[in-house]
């Protein structure tokens, strides 16, 4: 079974989520049944795969313990950079390894089971945290429970560890849970109509014109795949939020009309937001400090375009090591450094910023610059490269 994907889940999770309003409308814990019902769907999306079943209870298994030992580290030994580095690294070592052994095209490593990408954000921000102090404790059910959460399992939306412990642990009055769980039906058929019609009418739309090489098939292909990833991708992060309402679960958001955006850095705000707010909390904000502190660069606007660039970049490289995934990292560095720039030192910016003309312009060429991204992101025009046409058949190439 798919999750948010094959009839069978929608079935399982409207009857195993009855249970959790009764328990929420007489104000009673839901974490408890919430755990037991994340361990029915992992068994059911995964019962016939007992390997990766088993990959997946031990990776779970060795972050907790590795990040209890580094509790223990902290608090005994203090704070020691070359033991946080090394924890850190061992955290995001099986990441590494799937995405190093993904070259070989082996779809059945040990390191080939559900979810690793969101299980490994959410491990590595518990250890940055441990390090900066703000983490002191990591009891087991809320660990397990956070990592294994069946809404946000397999893409996300990220989850912190900090709000989803205090989201588990507090008290909801019956009024207030009936208004998460009116608003997490909403959000949950939303996402299935986003998913299952919308999503489905402009991947209709990308196989029209798939294979076609003129210029106008491959800008309708690259518009119409912008759209299908976004009600894709917005769809399941919409019944993933919906149902987390119901178990109690305030969920982050993860998209919020990307595509008004006036600029490349508002777009990263409303797209996959909690992964690029990951990005930016552990990682550019962090690299800033580097360039800083080490005085790479003649100023900030300098520090603030190369940390652009390689957070983008290792964006890209989290995606997969193909070429059109790197491409397309850097793209968006590029793009986000560019923006930075015009908006520090462009007189005519500052001039006509919150002019409406302006600002119009602008979300028109942001979303342009947007789609041509995502056409990077299909690997489209190497596919169509790499195809022979009818005409190359019958000329015998």
Known sequence: MQLFNDTSFFFWAGALSLPAFLLGILEKPIRYYGGLVTLIFLWLAMGKNLPALGWLAGFTVGEYVL???????????????????????????????????GLWGNPHHIFAFLGL?????????????????????APAFDFFYLMLFFPDITSGPIDRSRRFSEDIHRRISRQEYLDMAGYGVFRFLQGMVYKQVVAALFYTVMSWFGMDRSLGSILLYMYAYGFYLFFDFAGYSSMAVGISY??????????????????????????????????????????????????????????????????????????GLSPCYIIYGLY????????????????FYKKHKKDRWFIWTERIITFHLVMFGFLIFSNHLHELAQTPQKGDLLNGR
Not at 68 to 95: D, E, M
């Open 332 to 347: 968006h560095g590029v793009l986000l450094s560019l923006t930075e720039v015009l908006q520090k030192k462009w007189k």
């Open 117 to 137: 990408s969101y299980l490994t954000f959410k491990a590595a921000q518990m250890v940055i945290e441990i390090y900066d102090g703000l983490i002191e404790e």
């Open 67 to 101: 990040i209890r030992a580094y509790l223990h580290a902290r608090r005994t030994k203090g704070r020691q950079t070359a033991v946080y580095r090394l924890v850190l690294f061992l955290s995001i070592l099986p990441l590494i390894l799937y995405k190093i052994l």
């Open 246 to 319: 119901v178990f109690g679960v305030k969920t982050p958001e993860n998209f919020r009309a990307p595509f008004v955006s006036k600029d490349m850095k508002e777009f990263w705000d409303r797209w996959h937001i909690t992964l690029s707010h990951w990005f930016r909390d552990f990682i550019f904000t962090r690299v800033m400090m580097v360039l800083t502190r080490r005085r790479v660069g003649k100023d900030k606007l300098t520090r603030a375009s190369l940390a652009f660039l390689i957070n983008m970049g290792i964006m890209g490289l989290w995606h």
